[in-house]
């Protein structure tokens, strides 16, 4: 079965969705899409039908039913009618992105590959891809292919040229324990009391994403604030996820029913504190300080001597904001390299300050300056 997903006329009104923080629109996604403004979106995650081609039921060895996916939504005539289906969304998703924004597919091996073949002949440039490991797979019940244990996430800017685009890198690292995040993430299937369930104690969407695997996504490739549009809303993951993180959202939902229990969904979510999602400052986006604001605001005095970890090492500090080491004078960061006998040298990170607890880190003072700018 093939159901028409025409995307609305030139002639079309455009539809402001900006004035509501959270919405589902009903209705066809390349239609809805084609409503909104152009280059008003700073994020996509889509999670389209993966056309999983299963023909009949799929049961286990002992004849038992597995309810895996079979609905209408899922199925297509051809790979050349998916193969429609998908650039006519994706079309309508980059239309509505801004230059800077980026977008996420997630697919199995099914479809990916079709995906990402379309989106580099649409002008997308890939980033990466993402594996996600499952914790939790379902097991291959006839023991005639391997267990498929993952899913790929393709991660696009809009173009080739594509400058700006989000990737808090730094706050990444940070929570990964100071190393470098990685393209492959272990996180479990949605089971238990994140399963959407109906009255009849069955879950209300077959392929429901866990919210540990939108929260990654959004947190890695967005800010708060930011607009986040999801084309196959379903029960609602990443609008969930997106209000509790302080981002705007809409998505677009043909099935009423999935859109209903999505609403309920999002309407009951908490945002975080704003102090719990503040942007994480880069060193590059910190206002600059100079060494010598140090002493023009009192925090150090000339004629103080500056020690390294171990104070093995001392330098004195003079009243034009060099420091000298035996008789040589300079910046923080040329003395400490001399004192080090090393090519370069970060002084704030290398040279402390006497205090009556200790030695304290230079870049702790600049730390203080730069958080009264902020408050200013």
């Known amino acids: 079965m093939v159901v028409s997903?025409?995307?609305?006329?030139?002639?079309?009104?455009?539809?402001?969705?900006?004035?509501?923080?959270?919405?589902?629109?009903?209705?066809?996604?390349?239609?809805?899409?084609?409503?909104?403004?152009?280059?008003?979106?700073?994020?996509?995650?889509?999670d389209p039908p993966y056309n999983l081609?299963?023909?009949?039921?799929?049961?286990?060895?002992?004849?038992?039913?597995?309810?895996?996916?079979?609905?209408?939504?899922?199925?297509?005539?051809?790979?050349?009618a998916y193969d429609d289906f998908t650039r006519a969304w994706l079309?309508?998703?980059?239309?509505?992105?801004?230059?800077?924004?980026?977008?996420?597919?997630?697919?199995?091996?099914?479809?990916?590959?079709?995906?990402?073949?379309?989106?580099?002949?649409?002008?997308?440039?890939?980033l990466?891809?993402?594996?996600?490991?499952?914790?939790?797979?379902?097991?291959?019940?006839?023991?005639?292919?391997?267990?498929?244990?993952?899913?790929?996430?393709?991660?696009?800017?809009?173009?080739?040229?594509?400058?700006?685009?989000?990737?808090?890198?730094?706050?990444?690292?940070?929570?990964?324990?100071?190393?470098?995040?990685?393209?492959?993430?272990?996180?479990?299937?949605?089971?238990?009391e994140e399963r959407l369930k109906g009255a009849d104690g069955k879950k209300v969407h077959p392929t429901q994403k866990p919210e540990g695997l939108l929260a990654r996504v959004l947190l890695s490739s967005s800010k708060p604030g930011d607009l986040v549009i999801d084309p196959f809303n379903g029960t609602g993951t990443t609008g969930a996820v997106a209000k509790r993180l302080g981002r705007s959202y809409i998505g677009f939902e043909r099935d009423k029913t999935y859109a209903k229990a999505a609403e309920a969904r999002i309407a009951a979510v908490e945002p975080l504190p704003e102090e719990s999602l503040a942007p994480f400052m880069t060193a590059r986006e910190a206002p600059r300080v100079a060494f010598s604001e140090l002493i023009e605001r009192g925090m150090i005095m000339p004629g103080t001597k500056l020690f390294?970890?171990?104070?093995?090492?001392?330098?004195?500090?003079?009243?034009?904001g060099a420091i000298m080491f035996g008789d040589k004078v300079g910046s923080i960061h040329r003395i400490g390299a001399v004192a080090q006998g090393a090519q370069a040298c970060n002084g704030w990170t290398f040279w402390h300050v006497e205090t009556n607890k200790g030695l304290k880190l230079i870049d702790e003072l600049r730390a203080e300056i730069r958080a009264g700018m902020a408050a200013e």
């Open 5 to 46: 997903r025409r995307g609305a006329s030139a002639k079309a009104p455009r539809t402001n969705f900006e004035s509501a923080s959270h919405s589902i629109i009903v209705g066809d996604c390349v239609a809805e899409m084609s409503k909104l403004k152009p280059g008003s979106v700073d994020l996509v995650f889509a």
């Open 53 to 80: 081609q299963l023909k009949g039921d799929l049961k286990r060895p002992d004849e038992s039913h597995v309810d895996a996916v079979n609905d209408d939504w899922d199925k297509f005539d051809s790979f050349s």
């Open 91 to 126: 079309l309508a998703a980059r239309a509505a992105m801004k230059p800077s924004a980026t977008i996420w597919v997630i697919g199995s091996y099914h479809n990916i590959f079709r995906v990402g073949a379309i989106m580099q002949d649409l002008g997308f440039w890939l």
């Open 128 to 192: 990466n891809d993402i594996v996600w490991r499952k914790t939790n797979p379902m097991p291959n019940f006839r023991g005639r292919r391997f267990t498929n244990a993952h899913e790929t996430m393709i991660w696009a800017a809009r173009d080739e040229k594509a400058k700006g685009y989000t990737f808090n890198y730094e706050a990444l690292k940070a929570a990964n324990e100071d190393v470098q995040a990685r393209s492959d993430w272990l996180i479990p299937l949605c089971t238990g």
């Open 308 to 320: 390294d970890a171990k104070k093995k090492l001392g330098a004195l500090v003079r009243a034009d």
